[in-house]
C-alpha cells in the first residue's frame, strides 16, 4: 500500500468519531474496533509530532498494521457497518479511493442511517467530478444530522464550485442554486459559531449570489468584525464593508473604513478600492 504523507494532515484534521458506549457492554467487536481507532489516533498523533524527522518507513508499516487489522475485523464481522465506515473513512484518506468507495458503500448498504458514511461519499463523488450525485449523499447525511455545521458547509461549497454543472441538468435555477449555497453557509455559520472560518464564508458567500443584497452583506461584515480576534482580520473585515459600501454608492463610508487600515500586509487591497472609490458615484 502507498501511504503518502498528506494522509497525516487529513486524518488528523477530521478523525472518525465512533458512537459512545459502556465498555461493560461492548461487544468483542466493538472493543476491537475502538482498541484499533484509538492506535490509529496515536500513531497519526506522534507522526504529526515528529515534522521534518518522521520515519516514513515506520509510518508506512504501522499504518499497513492498522489496514490489516481492520480487514480482519471485518472479515469475522461482516455485518459490522460500523468498522465498515471506520475502514473506509481511514482508506479515504490516503490515495485508495476505489477501495475507500467501495468499502463505504458496503457500509452504506448495511446501515443506511450513518450520516458521517453518505457524507464520505458525497466528498469522494465530489473530488471525481461527480458534483450532481455528491450533492444527493451530502443531502442524505444532513438529513440524518442535520445539526452538523461541516455538512451544510460542504454542501454549500459543492453549489458554489459546481454552479455550471447543477445548472446544466435543468434540475436547478440560478436563483434557487444561489438561495441554497446562501442557506448552507448561514447554517454551519450558525451551526459553529466558534468556527470563524465558517461565518467568514457566509459573509463572503454574498459576493457569489448572481442578486446580491449588499445590506445584508454589510451586516455580515461588520458583526464578523466583532468576532475577528486580531487586528489584522478586524481591518480585513472593514475593507470587505468598505467594498460593500462602494457597491451601495456610499463612497463617503467606504473612504472611513478604509482610513482605519493602516496594516502593511492590507496596503495593497486597500489601494485596489481607492482606485475603485475614484470611479464610484457619492451618495
Not at 2 to 27: K, T, V, Y
Not at 155 to 164: I, N, V, Y
Not at 236 to 263: P, Q
Amino acid at each position: 500500500m502507498n501511504w503518502p504523507i498528506r494522509f497525516l494532515i487529513a486524518a488528523l484534521g477530521a478523525s472518525f468519531s465512533l458512537p459512545a458506549a459502556e465498555e461493560a457492554g461492548q461487544s468483542l467487536a466493538e472493543r476491537n474496533l475502538r482498541r484499533i481507532a484509538e492506535r490509529q489516533r496515536e500513531v497519526l498523533a506522534t507522526a504529526a509530532k515528529q515534522g521534518e524527522n518522521l520515519d516514513e518507513g515506520s509510518l508506512r508499516q504501522q499504518m499497513q498494521s492498522i489496514s490489516h487489522d481492520y480487514e480482519l475485523l471485518l472479515r469475522d464481522n461482516p455485518s459490522y457497518a460500523t468498522a465498515y465506515a471506520a475502514y473506509g473513512y481511514f482508506l479515504s484518506k490516503t490515495s485508495m479511493r476505489k477501495e475507500a468507495a467501495a468499502i463505504l458503500l458496503k457500509a452504506n448498504q448495511l446501515d443506511p442511517d450513518l450520516a458521517l458514511v453518505k457524507n464520505q461519499l458525497g466528498s469522494l463523488l465530489a473530488e471525481d467530478g461527480k458534483p450532481v450525485q455528491a450533492s444527493a449523499y451530502f443531502l442524505a447525511a444532513i438529513k440524518l444530522e442535520p445539526k452538523e455545521p461541516l455538512y451544510h458547509y460542504q454542501l454549500g461549497t459543492l453549489f458554489t464550485e459546481a454552479r455550471e454543472e447543477f445548472l446544466k441538468t435543468g434540475e436547478w435555477t440560478r436563483p434557487g442554486l444561489d438561495s441554497a449555497m446562501h442557506e448552507a453557509f448561514r447554517r454551519a455559520a450558525e451551526l459553529a459559531p466558534d468556527r470563524f472560518e465558517f461565518a467568514y464564508r457566509h459573509a463572503e458567500s454574498f459576493y457569489d449570489l448572481e442578486k446580491p443584497d449588499w445590506d445584508g452583506a454589510l451586516k455580515a461584515w461588520a458583526a464578523l468584525e466583532d468576532k475577528a480576534p486580531t487586528d489584522i482580520e478586524r481591518q480585513t473585515m472593514r475593507l470587505h464593508a468598505a467594498n460593500i459600501c462602494l457597491k451601495l454608492g456610499k463612497s463617503d463610508h467606504a473612504k472611513a473604513l478604509m482610513a482605519t487600515v493602516d496594516e502593511p500586509k492590507l496596503q495593497g487591497q486597500k489601494q485596489k478600492l481607492v482606485a475603485q472609490m475614484a470611479q464610484s458615484p457619492v451618495k
